[in-house]
């Protein structure tokens, strides 16, 4: 079951990987990904879920992201996503920066 997945969360991981500026730029980017390389939604959906997204609190390319996979593979399937494709290279990078900047800051005894 995960294996028809993972073209879609193989895409997921490169999106969040590379997706820098705005909500504008990353809706470019998800129509490129997801409506005209992968026929995953139809760019009327994308508007729909971008529309509906923006009268959320929070980041709305974010939450449209997930909506298409909630749409993709539902609830469960949806938690993977999130956490391996979207919140952990985010998360990693975090911490790595994190490290290294507190590493430098440290007085040498």
Excluded: D
């Excluded at 073209?7 to 991981?13: D, E, I, N």
């Excluded at 923006?54 to 749409?71: E, R």
Aim: hydrophobic share 45%.
């Amino acid at each position: 079951m995960l294996l028809r997945h993972l073209h879609f969360l193989k895409l997921v991981l490169l999106h969040s990987l590379t997706a820098f500026g705005g909500p504008q730029a990353h809706l470019a980017m998800m129509m490129k990904t997801f409506v005209k390389k992968t026929p995953y939604v139809s760019e009327q959906e994308l508007m729909e879920y971008n529309a509906f997204c923006q009268l959320l609190p929070g980041a709305s390319s974010t939450q449209t992201l997930t909506l298409i996979g909630y749409k993709r593979a539902g609830l469960f399937w949806l938690r993977l996503l999130y956490w391996f494709g979207y919140f952990r290279p985010a998360l990693s990078c975090v911490v790595y920066l994190f490290r290294r900047v507190r590493r430098r800051q440290q007085p040498a005894f």
